[in-house]
């Protein structure tokens, strides 16, 4: 059954169910008994503050309801800024507020689905290949875990699975050039107040920036431990740029993502935001990106600025190589950053505990992946006692939680969209359609700059980091819609131009 086949079938079903008032008083009076006796148990049963709490739930569902910006505005600034907050009380688990938003955006946009004759279900290309992948993820999970796993690992992997879904819920709420400027837009703004945040802390002293992220602690985030972050874990040597992601390397992933979506826009001809506000952004999420001292991250970002110059805007070049000659002299002439450079360095030739460290992982993953070659290990840990699960790589982290048929289809599914969304390039930049050109480009870009850093990260495919997932799929499905709508105009145009030419 072919994709376009099969979204004709989904959408005449669709429809015609939609169409039908006696449905659409079902959902409607259902959705109201449903949230009445949710509120009334929660008042009655909970605390005195619940009934607040609900009020507020409903405030929030109708502002999603009546604009599914809201959600994506609210799903994008947590997965940026916020990302490990949690709600500061317990309900058998403790939900955090992307679960929270991404679950209310998937809701919102699905009865938006079925109560309107006018909306219509969007799988594209990449719909039914992500559904596979998420089903051999889930059939991995159940393997591993002997069909029995821990309520723990049950809700990470439940927010795996929203994360990546996030893919659904973004080609089917972006329905005009508008909204996709509008989730463009706080997607930079949103790395960049993550990045000024990270700066802000980093500048404290240390006890003061510990008191900050410790008072955090109410709404998920840790009290203890490795609540600062230092190279090599010395507390005497060089602190980190952590932000409040809680992990250095997964702060510089997310905004090594971010910026390379953002640094385009500062050669289009329409930028998404002033340029002088770009400029501040790119500035502030660049110098955030070098206080991690995340090798993957600064890697990722040379990737996609020299996928940038490689594609579409040949001048960076020139850029890049007087940067490259700049910071050759800052760095080595003038002993500035001399600490970052060493630390390059050793890191190339595997000197340093970190990458020591990274090595015995890579092994053990092979040998993991040897073991257990066509569905993987599952989410939990090792069945074995001589291996161990966890591995610095969304690759050999892939090969090794589902198997080598997992990766194929990851691969596969990466490739696909790359191919196609080139194709899509090529014939907006020959149509000189530059505003939505200069937008693909930026995200393809950042989905470059992602799996650059995932050679050497697991945190684009690791259930306790779901915001990750979230702005990885979410980005591939931004770019997808951009694509829909780019195709769209340029339909209307040349169907604007026939009537012309037929009527002159």
Same mark, same amino acid.
């Given at each position: ?19 039908? &008032? ?36 409903? =405030? ?86 002997? =069909?029995? &796993? ?97 992990? +250095? ?14 640094? &385009? ?8 935001? &002033? ?98 070659? @066509? ?7 090792? +069945? ?20 080598? @048929? ?92 026939? @009537? ?5």
């Amino acid at each position: 059954m072919s994709t376009r086949f099969y979204n004709s079938y989904v959408t005449r079903t669709t429809t015609a169910f939609k169409k039908h &008032p006696l449905f659409q008083k079902i959902v409607v009076v259902g959705s109201a008994v449903v949230l009445g006796i949710a509120g009334g148990a929660a008042v009655a049963f909970g605390p005195f503050w619940a009934g607040f709490i609900v009020l507020i739930a409903l =405030a929030c569902g109708y502002a999603l309801m009546v604009n599914t910006n809201v959600g994506l505005l609210a799903a994008v600034f947590i997965a940026t800024i916020l990302p490990f907050g949690t709600v500061p009380f317990r309900a058998v688990v403790t939900p955090n507020f992307l679960t929270l938003a991404l679950l209310a955006l998937l809701a919102v946009w699905f009865l938006r689905l079925l109560l309107r004759p006018d909306e219509s279900l969007h799988l594209s290309y990449l719909g039914l290949p992500i559904l596979g992948f998420l089903g051999l993820t889930f059939f991995s999970f159940l393997l591993g875990s002997n =069909a029995s &796993p821990s309520s723990l690992l049950l809700h990470n992997y439940f927010k795996f699975l929203l994360g990546v879904t996030f893919f659904f819920s973004v080609i089917n709420c972006i329905r005009s050039r508008e909204q996709a400027r509008f989730m463009l837009r706080i997607i930079i703004i949103g790395g960049g107040i993550s990045a000024a945040v990270g700066l802000l802390l980093y500048a404290m002293r240390d006890e003061m920036a510990l008191r900050f992220l410790t008072a955090l602690g109410r709404i998920g985030y840790p009290t203890s431990g490795r609540v600062l972050r230092y190279i090599e874990d010395d507390t005497s040597g060089i602190e980190r740029a952590i932000g409040l992601s809680v992990d +250095p390397n997964s702060f510089g992933g997310m905004l090594a993502l971010v910026a390379a979506i953002t640094a &385009p826009q500062l050669l289009t001809k329409h930028p998404i935001l &002033p340029r002088w506000m770009l400029i501040s952004i790119v500035g502030v999420m660049f110098l955030a990106i070098f206080l991690t001292y995340s090798r993957a991250a600064l890697g990722g970002l040379i990737v996609a600025t020299m996928y940038v110059a490689t594609i579409r805007y040949r001048r960076l070049w020139w850029i890049i190589l007087g940067a490259g000659t700049l910071a050759g002299i800052l760095l080595i002439g003038l002993g500035l950053g001399e600490q970052f450079v060493q630390r390059i360095t050793d890191g190339v030739q595997f000197r340093d505990q970190a990458n020591q460290m990274r090595l015995a992982e890579y092994r053990n993953a092979i040998e993991v992946i040897r073991a257990y070659p @066509v569905f993987g290990i599952g989410f939990g840990q090792a +069945p074995q006692l001589d291996l161990v699960a966890g591995v610095s790589s969304i690759y050999l982290a892939i090969g090794q939680r589902i198997g080598l @048929v997992g990766l194929f289809a990851f691969l596969a599914i990466m490739t696909l969209f790359f191919v196609r969304n080139w194709q899509s390039l090529h014939r907006l930049a020959a149509r000189g359609v530059e505003e939505y050109a200069g937008w693909l480009v930026g995200i393809q870009a950042g989905i470059a700059a992602a799996l650059a850093v995932g050679l050497l990260d697991h945190y684009f495919f690791n259930i306790e980091f779901s915001h990750m997932s979230a702005l990885l799929w979410g980005s591939i499905g931004l770019a997808i819609a951009i694509e829909r709508l780019a195709n769209r105009d340029i339909s209307i145009q040349d169907e604007t131009r026939q @009537v012309v030419h037929e009527y002159d």
